[in-house]
């Protein structure tokens, strides 16, 4: 933290400025009083060019010796790096319990996000939750209800797979206009992992489900008690019980030791700290699939059960917090999912949508996975209004906003997949607009 | 019957109960007690299921809430600071701002009960007794005038009478034919439209927005 002091954040960086570089200043004396003097001295340098260390001369690095293979026995980011961070909009909630962080999109490459910083949404705080202890209960209408330790449910066969949980409140922030600025902010209610766990079909099937079963109750440990309602298809289909995240445990903050993945669909319903699924006949009419997470219509009536996210993409580079910083040769990247399969194609537009080109697709291509895409090309210095737009193996393309807005209204908050728009000004500066 | 299948049974049969080498399974977990799953199985369902015995009144409800729960939903739900609202907005929905909350919004009263039972009050969850829980339902039931007098005492037998406004404001998902014109659309790639014009740019984020009128997330 100390090393961010003199860096410069890039414009809508920083949501709190004020507890961020008072909570610094306070981090930098703590380590002076220490007594680590000279700790504290090359600590407090800089974090940035230093012609003493670039050619033709010798850097620094390469005279002493680095640390020893013991010094971090969990492996940390570079110190230079110490802005990677995920991000909160403290006014956004009345408490830090029950908030939503940011996965910080516009610093991420490929498609895989790093565990520390896949994005948190908490209804009571992220539960510590000892493995010993922990017990996933299957009961209701089933032939024989079952309790499972850890080790029970490490010994059904594993399955690996890659897919994206977005919130279904990611971008919801924006349905009436342009709000938050940067695509962290806008954009990243959402990561991409690979999941390593048990089919749910396989412990269901381990219990013996009675012909009546049509949905289930999932539910968390968590002091939110977290219960969605869903449907038996889906459970018997492609749901995970998983319990390693890119091939460790799970985080504390992402479920651990256990969590549901619901390929596809909202992030609400992949229960973490998973610790009883209900079979019933019905579903629940639980807190968060009636109050929360159902889509109100501008006629007054809401949709429910709209469990599939549909295909979007957003450009994270360059977006607000990460400013192209010269003309000439550039790269733009960004993103591009869908609930319903895979992205076939990402178009991209420099002009506001009069023009639009296709971009080039790298990295895996995976269903209900992140998809990476770039646009190799030469920025003259002019303004540009960029967009991106995707399209998936069920045909689907996603809508402009206005598209979305003309069906849903403004008052829904949840499922908003329109095509996002940055203004990028001759002198770089980047900014979230909307446009006719 | 053949010799070998009959072998393959026979060793089925001392290797693992029967039940479990037919349907398939692996053996694995052990079966969960009544008591596990009563001291677990806290839903409760439109239908009624789950609902424990017991009652509380409005009256009783009102004690409870102002002690226990008014200090972040208000006095009377209304929500101090950015704590969510728990009553009024009756007939909001459709406005430019609308405001869901129980009496409003929610489809069913089982509802209040189920999340109140396992997430209320907030830091202190799974700490009412359900009588308590009842009484707290009726006056959040009244205080959004679903229950009208204060002398009603809401229970396991009258609950199913309880019926919210908004009960029937809710369809299924229906985009794939309310939207279906997002599908297999033909895009267009050159001289799509006039040039764009900006209609709109968003805030600046350094400033905090006064009490509710800043987006919000659920």
């Known amino acids: 933290m100390t090393d961010e002091t003199d860096r410069k954040p890039a414009p809508g960086a920083s949501t709190n400025r004020r507890r961020f570089l008072t909570g610094t200043l306070a981090g930098g004396a703590a380590i002076a009083a220490s007594g680590g003097e000279a700790f504290a001295q090359r600590k407090r340098k800089p974090i940035g060019p230093n012609p003493d260390n670039q050619p033709p001369n010798v850097p620094e690095w390469s005279k002493v010796l680095g640390d020893g293979v013991a010094s971090h026995p969990y492996g940390k980011p570079s110190k230079f790096e110490a802005h990677v961070v995920r991000r909160d909009v403290e006014w956004l909630t009345a408490s830090r319990e029950s908030s939503i962080n940011f996965t910080p999109l516009h610093e991420l490459d490929g ?15 992220a ?32 399955t690996n797979r890659v897919h ?28 991409n992992v690979m ?15 009675k012909p009546t079963a049509k949905w289930l109750q999932v539910e968390g440990a968590d002091s939110s008690g977290m219960n969605r309602s869903l449907p038996i298809e889906k459970a018997l289909d492609d749901c995970l019980i998983a319990f390693k995240m890119n091939g460790e445990a799970l985080r504390t903050e992402q479920g651990y030791p256990l969590r549901l993945v619901v390929p596809g669909w909202e992030g609400n319903l992949w229960v973490k700290w998973i610790r009883r699924i209900e079979v019933g006949d019905k579903p629940w009419f639980a807190r968060e699939e009636t109050s929360k997470y159902t889509d109100l219509m501008s006629d007054g009536r809401s949709r429910r059960y709209t469990f599939v996210m549909d295909a979007k993409s957003v450009v994270t580079n360059p977006s607000p917090q990460a400013p192209f910083t010269a003309k000439g040769r550039n790269v733009l990247t960004g993103v591009a999912w ?13 002009d506001g ?4 080109r296709e971009a080039r697709i790298d990295g895996p291509v995976l269903d209900r996975s992140m998809t990476r895409f770039y646009v190799d090309f030469d920025w ?45 000004r001759a002198n770089g500066e980047t900014e979230n607009v909307e446009i006719s | 019957m053949s010799r070998s299948l009959k072998v393959v049974l026979a060793v089925a049969l001392v290797a693992a109960p029967l039940a479990t080498a037919m349907a398939g399974k692996l053996g694995l977990g052990r079966e969960a007690t009544p008591e596990e799953i009563k001291a677990w199985d806290i839903d409760i369902r439109p239908d009624g299921h789950g609902l424990p015995p017991g009652k509380g009144s409005v009256k009783q409800g009102e004690d409870i809430f102002q002690a226990q729960c008014a200090s972040c939903h208000g006095e009377f739900g209304e929500g101090k600071d950015r704590w969510p609202v728990l009553a009024g907005g009756l007939g909001s929905l459709k406005h430019d701002r609308p405001e869901k909350t129980i009496g409003s919004f929610w489809p069913e009263a089982s509802t209040v009960f189920d999340y109140i039972k396992r997430a209320m009050p907030f830091g202190n969850a799974q700490s009412l007794t359900d009588n308590e829980i009842y009484a707290l339902t009726a006056y959040i039931l009244h205080l959004n005038d679903v229950i009208k007098d204060t002398n009603f005492e809401l229970g396991q037998s009258n609950f199913q009478t309880i019926k919210l406004p908004n009960k029937d404001g809710f369809y299924d998902d229906d985009r794939e034919v309310a939207e279906k014109h997002f599908w297999n659309r033909k895009v267009c790639m050159t001289e799509c439209k006039p040039e764009a014009k900006v209609t709109g740019r968003a805030q600046v984020l350094d400033v905090t927005p006064d009490g509710k009128s800043g987006p919000k997330v659920d």
């Open chain 1, 195 to 209: 999941y390593t766990g048990v089919l749910l079909k396989d412990l269901l099937n381990e219990a013996g489900l």
């Open chain 1, 380 to 424: 003259a210095g002019n303004e540009l209004l960029i967009q991106s737009r995707a399209h998936d193996s069920t045909g689907y393309v996603q809508p402009t906003k206005q598209e979305l807005r003309a069906v849903r209204g403004v008052n829904n908050i949840y499922h908003n997949n329109g095509i996002q728009t940055w203004l990028v």
């Open chain 1, 111 to 125: 498609i895989i996000t790093p565990n520390g910083l896949c994005f948190e949404r908490h209804h009571g705080g």
């Open chain 1, 127 to 158: 539960a510590v939750v000892s493995p010993f202890d922990h017990r996933l209960i299957i009961h209701g209408l089933v032939d024989k209800p079952l309790i499972f330790s850890m080790d029970d449910i490490k010994r059904f066969p594993r």
């Open chain 1, 338 to 350: 869908s609930g319903r399969g895979h992205i076939t194609r990402v178009d991209v537009t420099l």
């Open chain 1, 164 to 191: 994206f949980l977005e919130c279904a409140a990611n971008s919801g922030m924006e349905w009436r206009g342009a709000q938050l600025n940067g695509c962290q902010f806008t954009h990243g209610m959402i990561h």
């Open chain 1, 353 to 356: 949508g009069r023009n639009w």
